[in-house]
Nanobody, 113 residues
Framework: QLQASGGGLVQPGGSLRLSCAAS????????MGWYRQALGKQRELVAT???????NYKDSLKGRFTISRDNARNTVYLQMDSLKPEDTAVYYC?????????WGQGTLVTVSS
């Protein structure tokens, strides 16, 4: 249902853009978002965007990460700039459509020199 891509290895200070494309949805999308889970830590919110374009970010990521979407492609993006080693994690996309919540398979982002 959800196909995430764009992860990889990047040096500190670099940028990556993650994508997550949804397919086969029956209901309209209400909210799209990104979460991440670092090794040994709990999964946490990165950013969300509602169907009304309202956004919410983890406070410490504001100004570095930007969520956006392409409605025609049912795709949500996460632009990550000025990456830091502590941003290393598996990033998951999450979509709420009607009464259902879908999770992507996760894409690994590694920030290291």
């Amino acid at each position: 249902q959800l196909q995430a891509s764009g992860g990889g290895l990047v040096q500190p200070g670099g940028s990556l853009r993650l994508s997550c494309a949804a397919s086969g949805l029956i209901f309209s999308i209400k909210v799209m978002g990104w979460y991440r889970q670092a090794l040994g830590k709990q999964r946490e919110l990165v950013a969300t965007m509602t169907s009304g374009d309202s956004t919410n970010y983890k406070d410490s990521l504001k100004g570095r990460f930007t969520i956006s979407r392409d409605n025609a492609r049912n795709t949500v993006y996460l632009q990550m700039d000025s990456l830091k080693p502590e941003d290393t994690a598996v990033y998951y996309c999450r979509i709420g459509a009607g009464p259902y919540v879908y999770w992507g398979q996760g894409t690994l982002v590694t920030v290291s020199s």
